[in-house]
């Protein structure tokens, strides 16, 4: 069912992905499949119809729980499932420093960026839910209204309103192709009539279906961008140059936008990296009067990231050695390793200092 080799996987891959200017290839799975619930709402049958209609085989399960998952990694991230979000997935988790509450319209993601944060979050195989009950899913929101705790009611990000994050768990943009769920979220925003922001953070380009949406403001598109040194990390996702040609193109058409510069590595030369890929944002929102934020997220792992993405990655050249990491107990009693102390402090300063220099504009929201 899986027959191409790993060879030809990565020959594809690399020919979507080579140069800045190269348009990129939309996503295509290489097999979906189809619960009876989800093919029950018009958009699950619609994400089907799209997939099918691209190339992908789709298998219509005969019941609603998921088998025949693939349990290798390359066969896994060409695998959809089309899904319907049960309520205990519904429900409204808090998602600090980024927004006051999470939903998710998918879990998973088709790129492979090597230190990717699922691999610590997600369980299983590493396939794709896209989830088709979407009105149900919104139904949710609106009861969180003022309730929040990084946005609402807060001095410095008051202005946001009720924030809801929906890229916790996936990429939104890197299956908007099949899903349309992106654009479905940010229309319903821009006809809520409350105090409320969408935020989204992706690494894709694929902006063209949500230029001409009634956004009226209240969705942030952030980038997520990284030193160009953390490219050769980052397969299957576009080009660090095509993400700043997006970032330009939502901009112009009237979207708040925020740049996601994560994970902050400590490449040879960071200062001068990061002090370019500052400059190459403002070259690229030259002249648009952006409304512009900037949250800084330095590189950790856990445990179980190392070890799973050591299972996904072998031979990958991200630096993951406790040795050189202070080891935090999180108020959860798990274990992470960050940066040491000294060196957070030295590269905090030197980011938001290229970051004054080159954006005055923008707001730092946090630096974590
Ligand atoms: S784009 Fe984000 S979610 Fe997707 S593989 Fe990369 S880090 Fe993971």
Redesign the pocket.
Known sequence: MFGHTRASWCRGLAGATEMDGMAFRPWVPKRVLATPAALGWAAGAAMVERAAGLGAEVVRLAADRLSGLPDAYRDAKTTMAVVVASPSRRRLQAIPPSADWRFDLAE??????Q?????GSLAGPPIIRAYANLPEILGELPGAVGLGRVTSGSVARGGEGTTFEC?C???PL?IEHLTGSLAASIAYFGEWDAPVQLRF????DAVEPLLGLAHRGRTRVRF?VNARGAERL?G??PRMGARLAALRRVAMAGYPVGLTV?PILRLADWEGEYERLFREVAEALDGVAADLTCELITHRFTPKSKGVLAGWYPGSPLEMDETTRVRKTTKFGSVKFVFPREEMVGMRRALEGALGRWLPGARVLYWT
């Open positions: 998973g993601c088709p790129a492979h960026c230190y990717c944060y699922l691999a890229s768990y996936t990429d890197a953070t992706t690494k894709f997520s980052e299957g996702a994560a």
